[in-house]
């Protein structure tokens, strides 16, 4: 029996919406066409009501006469994985259409999950009362999904330095939606302050700590989608600090190989910000463990500088129980240099 029956709905409680799916605000590049036969569903689908069937005879006709005119869209990680477009996919598939056209989704740092998930309570097929529903027999699935990304900043009380400390660089230096790309992405504190803060991100790591981060080894260059950037958040490892953890690669080494991948990072990142983007680059002063160089803070700043960036601000953040609050000079400390393309 479908869902919305069992939520007590009646036919006559169907909204008829736009029935061929979202406003269309893809690029014509964007779509490409393939098979049905190559489509799946996600499994989460079974969950989401079905549309009620007098809204669904109207939906076939429209298909019937104008055909599939809103691609569906897939999952980035699975171009095969339909998370939007159910039931054109559907019907589509009944009448016997051969070929459909899609598009990858944005999913704008959430999972695919979440991403069906809000879509269907987006749609405009279903009435209020069904949204309602739907959102309560679905909030096991939503937490688990907040759960898996560790969105601690959005739980109860809980606060997390890392992720509060990007929002506020967030909020001063960039706006809505911006383009937003961490190459060293750890913990992924990044992706959860764009995600609060409702900017793009994309986020790479050579070892990806999440699903929304992909795999990739910076000294290769950036990923194309890094293209047009806004800004370009750089906390790499330095020095020999970390060079146990990954097991000699990464950014560790002594100061020359360090010095030769900041060079490189600092021109690729100048390469592929829009004009006006920024970088901004955590940065504290780091002494060598093994005694094969030291990075120091005025040699990575002029080196930025010499690819042509400008001084945008220079904030300090200490580490964490680093903060002295007797006077003394401070032990250890951090700071975040934001760096401006004219
Ligand atoms: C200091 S952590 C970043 C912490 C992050 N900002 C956060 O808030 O969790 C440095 C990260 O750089 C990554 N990394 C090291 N070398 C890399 C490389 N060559 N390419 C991409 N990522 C790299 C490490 O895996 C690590 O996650």
Known sequence: MEIWRELGMTTSQCELGNIQGERDSSSPSSRKTKSIEDFKLHSIHSKIPRMCENVRESFREDIKENGIREPVKVNPKDEDEILDGRERYKEAFDLGIEELPYEVANLNGISPVEYIIKSALLRRHLSKSQKAMLAVELKPELEEE???????????????????????????????????????????????????????????????????????????????????????????????????????????????????????????????????????????????????????APDLYQLFRDKGFETEFVYHAPYKGHSNPSGEIQQKSRDIYIFKKE
């Open 146 to 296: 907040a759960e898996k990304r560790k969105l601690r900043t959005l739980k109860k009380g809980e606060k997390d330095p890392d992720v509060e400390k990007k929002i506020n660089i967030l909020y001063y230096h960039t706006d809505q939606e911006d383009l937003v790309i961490d190459p060293m992405a750890g913990g992924a504190s990044t992706v959860d302050a764009c995600l609060i803060m409702g900017r793009d991100c994309r986020a790479y790591d050579i070892k990806p700590s999440r699903d929304d981060i992909l795999k990739n080894d910076i000294r290769e260059g950036y990923r194309k989608k890094a293209n047009g950037a806004d800004l370009i958040l750089l906390d790499p490892p330095y020095g020999d600090k970390m060079v146990d953890e990954y097991g000699g690669h990464g950014f560790t080494g002594g100061s020359d190989e360090v010095g030769e991948n900041l060079d490189q990072l600092a021109e690729e990142s100048y390469e592929a910000l829009s004009t006006g983007g920024k970088v901004v680059f955590i940065f504290g002063n780091t002494k060598s463990k093994k005694g094969n160089g030291d990075i120091w």
